[in-house]
């Protein structure tokens, strides 16, 4: 019985990860929609892309999920992860190592994987490189008010 229970369990946050790509996708698509900015053409920069914060293995990884769908709906894709091997990342969009640089006439930053690096960005200094200042948190690392303070449009798993 027990035993039963436990496999709902993690049939059911299996199926919520699955899912989460799908969602940020979302949320982005709304976020530029406010922008009136369309995903195609749009120049998305994708922090993090391996499965766990500060460690570089891509394996399992739902942020190639959601690279995937925005690479079939025209975006221009860059990719910043300094733990993964230079190389791996090619085939999903441009790679850069410096945040900054990437950031430089981007239309949305989507934080995918919380490393150290992504937590301590300066957002002035983020949204002065940015074309449009959208923000799409998928870690929620960020404070949703200060973000929106600074004049992002702010969009967060989990957030209002």
Do not use: Q
């Amino acid at each position: 019985e027990e035993l039963g229970y436990h496999s709902k369990v993690i049939t059911a946050g299996r199926a919520v990860n699955d899912y989460m790509p799908l969602h940020v996708f979302e949320l982005l698509v709304d976020a530029l929609n406010e922008c009136e900015r369309a995903v195609k053409n749009s120049k998305v920069v994708v922090l993090g892309f391996s499965y766990k914060e500060n460690v570089g293995d891509a394996r399992e990884s739902p942020v190639e999920v959601f690279v995937e769908e925005l690479g079939k709906k025209g975006a221009c894709v860059w990719i910043v992860d300094p733990y993964i091997e230079d190389g791996y990342l090619d085939r999903y969009g441009k790679v850069e190592k410096d945040v900054y640089k990437a950031l430089e006439g981007a239309d949305a930053l989507v934080l995918m994987t919380a490393h150290r690096e992504f937590r301590e960005l300066d957002l002035r200094k983020v949204k002065e490189r940015m074309r449009t200042s959208i923000m799409v948190d998928g870690r929620r690392v960020f404070d949703r008010d200060v973000v929106r303070r600074l004049g992002f449009e702010y969009r967060g798993v989990g957030a209002e």
